[in-house]
Nanobody, 124 residues
Framework: VQLQASGGGLVQAGGSLRLSCAAS????????MAWFRQVPGKEREFVGV??????IPTYADSVKGRFTISRRQNTVYLQMSDLTPEDTALYYC????????????????????WGQGTEVTVSS
């Protein structure tokens, strides 16, 4: 199983970026796919998750209203708008363990496969 994330880059505050993450080697239609982010010296934090294609995403409060997650089969997208320097981080996509309950969607321990990370830098 491989998760390949792409789309990161440097953007000015107020700008937008779209991240993509394609999973290969297995079909994950019945598993949650999520985005996390991490800055040096801090723990990896939850950004958002979508439980299946066409499902309703759930977001961290810090990104709600600015970020949108969508999914098409084994590919998950993160559309980021109105970016601020606080969004600067390494962004990771992840595939959840089978049959996750809602309350477990927000912790890294619930995710089995991880992408390599794609860097997002927002300049002020």
């Amino acid at each position: 199983v491989q998760l390949q994330a792409s789309g990161g880059g440097l953007v000015q505050a107020g700008g937008s970026l779209r991240l993509s993450c394609a999973a290969s080697g297995h079909t994950f239609s019945d598993r949650a796919m999520a985005w996390f982010r991490q800055v040096p010296g801090k723990e990896r934090e939850f950004v958002g998750v979508i439980r299946k294609s066409g499902g309703i995403p759930t977001y961290a409060d810090s990104v709600k209203g600015r970020f949108t997650i969508s999914r098409r089969q084994n590919t998950v997208y993160l559309q980021m708008s109105d970016l601020t320097p606080e969004d600067t981080a390494l962004y990771y996509c992840a595939v959840g363990l089978p049959r996750l309950i809602f309350s477990s969607l927000f912790t890294t321990r619930s995710y089995e496969y991880w992408g390599q990370g794609t860097e997002v830098t927002v300049s002020s």
